[in-house]
């Protein structure tokens, strides 16, 4: 685990300081103001994003990556979180209604068959969840809809941690990644201190 969170360190803060860069000299867009440059206090600045927000993630990512209900509820959660965020609200409900209906439908009536699906889209499955891990995490950025076109550029080192987390996840189990996470946070955070 060791060893999974040095890599993780190593590609975000690459990353991190790559963007920066390109940033600077103009090449990409500025996303605005990144959300950890308001956390202060013991609860915002340590508290939440070194304990609940691991949790949180994990158990909203990762936790279904084992379970067939669990990531068709992902699947579905995920679906209605992009659909408030790029479209209105007023279509976000009704459709999100009607998917979650026939969702619960398939599975009362085709438990094997989903069952079946799921296994042999496991791949697609998890490259998704770490997909949508790494693009919720524009939202830490003030002005993060104005990038949204090239967003996975500015969440890189959150994409490549959810591969990370998720094969922690995977190989480990679940509280391995809770704790793989919180460190990262951590590690991150403590960073962020050293150098404001």
Request: with cysteine.
């Amino acid at each position: 685990m060791f060893r999974l969170l040095i890599l993780d360190a190593i590609v975000g803060l690459s990353t991190a300081f790559l963007l920066d860069y390109l940033i600077h000299c103009h090449v990409l867009p500025d996303p605005g103001k990144h959300i950890a440059e308001d956390l202060n206090g013991i609860f915002y600045g340590f508290f939440f994003p070194v304990l609940l927000a691991p949790v949180f993630e994990e158990t909203i990512f990762r936790l279904p990556l084992r379970k067939v209900r669990g990531s068709i509820y992902l699947i579905f959660i995920s679906v209605i979180v992009a659909i408030f965020s790029f479209v209105m609200w007023q279509i976000a409900i009704p459709v999100s209604v009607v998917f979650f209906i026939a969702m619960k439908y398939t599975l009362k009536q085709r438990t094997t068959l989903v069952f079946r699906k799921w296994k042999e889209n496991y791949g697609i499955l998890f490259y998704y969840v770490t997909l949508i891990f790494g693009l919720v995490h524009l939202s830490n950025f003030s002005n993060w809809h104005s990038v949204a076109y090239i967003g996975f550029l500015y969440v890189l080192s959150q994409i490549f941690g959810g591969l990370v987390l998720g094969y922690t996840r995977i190989k480990l189990g679940f509280w391995y990644a809770v704790s793989l996470h919180a460190l990262f946070n951590g590690a991150a955070i403590s960073i962020r201190f050293l150098f404001d």
